[in-house]
């Protein structure tokens, strides 16, 4: 059923016009005769014009009443065309799924994640953006995204957390480096060697980096990018690269490079997190999408993921 835009005593002008009858316009409306009868009244007081004849062969336009009708059904019409427009955008907007993630997740986990879902959803229209960390927080917070991948060392204002686990920063490295025979590696130890790593925007950067000035160690670089992809195509010789497993798993599931965890504890700070604009009422695609990518990312990352109600807890 279509709404109406129009005010009550419209409406009812504009059935007993139709009906030529207050008592079948009334039955039309699902509503009393004298009610009709008396928002009909008010319009014309309001008008100060009489917009009907009362005969007895039922209501008769007046000349007045003749042309606010036409102008009331071409307004109708218009107001039809206007509704299905709004309910063609509000369709359009459930169908709908805007996604915003760092670098780190857009070469192993994501684009498995979404070729998944598409096929799952083939309705969905998806639109995925891979932007820097402090650009996936505006995307949120000014509704140009809907759901946000990224890593975090901090509660960011306006965003609410749906999933998070923890997500060190590691040192990855060939099988036959020096460093990998250690179940271990300190960043004292790491150091020594050249790295591979991301700008200082990134959070495996920044935490390296505040490690470093605590302890007054220099580093040499032997590449710097933010695409995580060109850090681990090239690892040569002694070689490490600073990243996340996540990001290194296909490379690591084939035994191309290894893992080694920092004994260093802030290098274990990092939170992985699904977000999405505090406040903000999405379509139910949105939900059925976490509950995929968090699904997902169980799988790579093992079941250590945080409930958002253990995470109010805790900033509690």
């Known amino acids: 059923m279509q709404p109406h835009l129009f005010s009550i ?68 019409d218009e107001a039809g065309r206007v509704v299905q427009q709004l309910q063609g955008l509000a369709a359009q907007a459930r169908r709908q799924l805007r ?46 995204a ?24 590691v040192a990855l490295m060939r099988p036959d480096h020096p460093l990998a025979a250690q179940v271990r590696v300190a960043v004292a130890d790491v150091v020594r060697y050249p790295l591979a790593l991301g700008p200082p925007g990134m959070t495996a950067r920044r935490l390296f980096d505040l490690r470093c000035n605590v302890l007054g160690l220099r580093y040499r670089t032997a590449m710097v990018s933010n695409v ?25 599931r084939a035994g191309v490079l290894v893992a080694r965890p920092f004994s260093d504890v802030q290098m274990r700070q990092r939170m992985l997190q699904v977000v999405g604009a505090v406040g903000r009422r999405g379509s139910g695609l949105e939900g059925v999408f976490v509950a995929h990518v968090v699904g997902a990312l169980r799988g790579v990352v093992g079941g250590g993921g945080v409930a958002p109600a253990a995470l109010a807890r805790k900033r509690g």
């Open 99 to 144: 996604l915003a993630c760092t670098e780190g997740f857009s070469s192993g986990l994501m684009p498995g994640v979404v070729a998944d879902f598409r096929a799952l959803h083939p309705q969905a229209e998806i639109e995925w953006w891979v932007l820097s960390p402090a650009e996936v927080v505006r995307h949120l917070q000014q509704g140009e």
């Open 228 to 252: 995580s992809a060109a850090l681990m195509a090239d690892v040569r010789g002694e070689d490490i690269v600073l990243a996340g497993t996540l990001t290194a798993a296909p490379l690591l």
């Open 9 to 76: 005593p419209v409406r009812y002008f504009l059935e007993v016009a139709e009906a030529g009858s207050v008592n079948q316009a009334s039955k039309r409306l699902y509503v009393a005769a004298s009610a009709v009868s008396r928002q009909i009244g008010k319009l014309e007081e309001s008008l100060g014009l009489a917009l009907f004849e009362r005969a007895a062969s039922g209501m008769v336009l007046t000349a007045a009443g003749h042309g606010l009708l036409a102008h009331v059904r071409a307004g109708h």
């Open 146 to 169: 809907d759901i946000g991948l990224q890593y975090s060392l901090a509660p960011e204002p306006g965003l609410e957390v749906l999933h998070a686990a923890r997500a060190p920063v």
